[in-house]
Nanobody, 124 residues
Framework: QVQLVESGGGLVQPGGSLRLSCAAS????????MGWFRQAPGKEREPVAA????????NYADSVKGRFTISRDNAKNTVYLQMNSLKPEDTAVYYC?????????????????WGQGTQVTVSS
């Protein structure tokens, strides 16, 4: 059974940083792209970042470019999201996802497995 478990969320002040982790289990994900998405209250889920199976290709939503960095450690079956210069509008539940493709699409349709999410709140 495939499982994705996110961690690292919390409350941070504007301008601060957080590092999210997503641990995958149930199979090897080294051949699969992984992505981060987020959903704020009252809003639809939106893409944040995605990374190819080998880590050589990344894609970011315009709203996080230059502030967030996605990376992965295939030996640990883990993907990370380093979030810097956080803004109140980054407040959301953050989800990681993986699918059958190795290409890091920002479309949710490209992902078959989702974690339960971790809350990120940016507030003073």
């Amino acid at each position: 059974q495939v499982q994705l478990v996110e961690s690292g969320g919390g409350l941070v002040q504007p301008g601060g940083s957080l590092r999210l982790s997503c641990a995958a289990s149930g199979r090897t994900f080294s051949n699969n792209a992984m992505g981060w998405f987020r959903q704020a209250p009252g809003k639809e889920r939106e893409p944040v970042a995605a990374i190819s199976w080998g880590g050589g290709t990344t894609n970011y939503a315009d709203s996080v470019k230059g502030r967030f960095t996605i990376s992965r450690d295939n030996a640990k079956n883990t993907v990370y999201l380093q979030m810097n210069s956080l803004k109140p509008e980054d407040t959301a539940v953050y989800y990681c996802a993986t699918g059958s493709s190795g290409w890091p699409t920002l479309s949710a349709l490209g992902y078959d497995y989702w974690g339960q999410g971790t809350q990120v709140t940016v507030s003073s």
